[in-house]
């Protein structure tokens, strides 16, 4: 089946840095990619959908200067969280959709950040 | 404004029961229904999904029963174990649109 490979598992960095997240698909081609922010106890919050070759496309409330994201190859898309902030502490999942599973999202084992 | 509404929140069952949860949702644009299991720390993960063609889907233990006029859904998991307990998210889609809109999640605890 389809495999998300989402890196690192867990991350902490000081305030004012920045951390790269990776999100790979590694048996299918995902010219769509989404990220996810999840709180304790609470569901799953889209942050923005990764298009391969042109610009995200971010929900509302979302700040696009903080979370860059960049999705250079069909197998690869990163969320880059910049000028990082205690507040900006979460569980980050990625996901990708292979198109020739007809409607199969795969998803990332997430990320766990702490700033600190 | 939620669009796929999960209850109950919580949900604590005794091995070997039958567990239940409900999804309704509003969209009636929505063509397709995925519930996701979550253990603490991992990412969601598909464990069954149905289109609006068909009543019901079942796959070894889970069960997705689908009202299309009432415009809900549910999971039923038989002989409930330990193992099952996580956080079950449903979810929906439709083809116009690549986002899959959440439930807010139901935790469930299996009592050995």
């Known amino acids: 089946g389809a495999v998300v490979s989402q890196h690192p598992s867990r991350v902490i960095c000081k305030s004012g840095t920045s951390v790269k997240i990776e999100c790979r698909s590694l048996?299918?081609?995902?010219?769509?990619m989404f990220w996810y922010r999840q709180f304790p106890k609470q569901s799953l919050m889209l942050m923005a959908t990764?298009?391969?070759?042109?610009?995200?496309?971010?929900e509302q409330g979302v700040e696009k200067d903080k979370f860059l994201i960049n999705h250079a190859s069909l197998t690869l898309s990163t969320l880059t969280v910049t000028s990082a902030h205690p507040e900006d502490s979460s569980f980050y999942i990625c996901?990708?959709?292979?198109?020739?599973?007809?409607?199969?999202?795969?998803f990332g084992s997430g990320t766990r950040l702490t700033v600190v | 404004q939620q669009q796929v509404k999960q209850s109950p929140q919580s949900l604590i069952v005794q091995k070997g029961g039958i567990s239940i949860i409900n999804c309704a949702y509003e969209?009636?644009?929505?063509?397709?229904f995925p519930w996701y299991q979550q253990f603490p720390g991992k990412g969601p993960a598909l464990l069954i999904a149905i289109r609006p063609d068909v009543s019901e889907k079942k796959e070894g233990r889970f069960t997705i029963s689908f009202n299309k006029s009432a415009k809900q859904f549910s999971l039923h998991i038989m002989d409930s174990q330990p193992g099952d307990s996580a956080t079950y998210f449903c979810?929906?889609?439709?083809?116009?649109?690549?986002?899959?809109?959440f439930g807010k999640g139901t935790r469930l605890h299996i009592l050995p």
């Open positions: 979810a929906a889609s439709s083809r116009g649109d690549d986002k899959i809109i």
């Open positions: 048996d299918f081609q995902a010219t769509t």
């Open positions: 996901s990708a959709e292979d198109a020739a599973a007809n409607y199969g999202y795969t």
């Open positions: 990764s298009n391969e070759g042109s610009k995200a496309t971010y």
């Open positions: 969209n009636t644009a929505f063509d397709y």
